[in-house]
């Protein structure tokens, strides 16, 4: 299984793009990048999710470099209802469960 | 479609005693998820089906855990007996994993908070 490595935390002010990169080394062909959001006592939700290249949608848009050995979250404009948790995973169907530590991110008014 | 359904939503009980957790996933839903989070140890799987088989119960932490799916709209989690250390937000998930491209989405449920005093 793919490991992922993202940033504990983050910062930003409302109005600023935030960019957060999730590192997935190993990440094998048939693999897929998900990322999901979760806010104060909710489960997660589904974000975005992409094999290479960009993947843009009303919420998101996720950039992975040719090697996918990384993948950039982008969330443009953040609001205060952006603050939440986002988790990184790596794999294709089953083998896409391991949802690490994730980045809280931290959006100030 | 009314989503994941848990119940209940808090459980507040004694070390000792028996704890059961309910999940209706998603209709159609072919797999079904049951995560626990905590502050220390995060989002953890703890076991999951495929077709109301168990699939993979590496997760679950001890012998006390023990998890059922007798049908397709209906799952449960049982803790026996309960400990301090079990308190946490136990969620379901249901998914299908399907789509062209293959769309690992799940759907959470609300959760189950947990309380062993």
């Known amino acids: 299984l793919a490991k992922t490595t993202q940033p504990i935390s983050m910062d930003s002010y409302e109005g600023q793009e935030v960019n957060i990169t999730c590192s997935h080394n190993?990440?094998?062909?048939?693999?897929?990048i998900t990322w999901y959001q979760q806010f104060p006592s909710q489960g997660p939700r589904f974000i975005i999710q992409?094999?290479?290249t960009k993947v843009t949608n009303e919420v998101a848009s996720l950039f992975i470099p040719a090697d996918r050995k990384s993948s950039t979250l982008s969330l443009p404009r953040v609001s205060l209802s952006d603050t939440a948790v986002y988790y990184c995973?790596?794999?294709?169907?089953?083998?896409?469960?391991?949802f690490g530590s994730g980045t809280r991110l931290q959006v100030q008014p | 479609d009314a989503g994941v359904i848990q119940s209940p939503r808090h459980e507040v009980t004694e070390m000792g005693q028996e704890v059961t957790l309910r999940c209706k996933p998603i209709?159609?839903?072919?797999?079904l998820f049951w995560y626990r989070q905590t502050m220390m140890r995060g989002l953890e799987l703890l076991i999951y089906?495929?077709?109301?088989?168990?699939?993979?119960d590496s997760g679950m932490p001890e012998d006390r855990f023990s998890a059922k799916m007798p049908n397709a709209s209906f799952s449960t989690l049982k803790i026996q007996p309960s400990e301090p250390r079990d308190s946490a937000v136990y969620f379901c998930?249901?998914?299908?994993?399907?789509?062209?491209?293959?769309?690992?989405?799940?759907?959470f449920g609300p959760g189950t908070r947990l309380t062993v005093l």
């Open positions: 998930a249901s998914s299908s994993f399907s789509g062209t491209p293959l769309r690992n989405e799940q759907f």
């Open positions: 190993n990440i094998a062909t048939n693999d897929y």
């Open positions: 992409g094999y290479k």
């Open positions: 995973l790596v794999g294709a169907g089953r083998r896409a469960l391991t």
């Open positions: 209709s159609g839903h072919d797999y």
């Open positions: 089906f495929n077709n109301n088989v168990p699939i993979d």
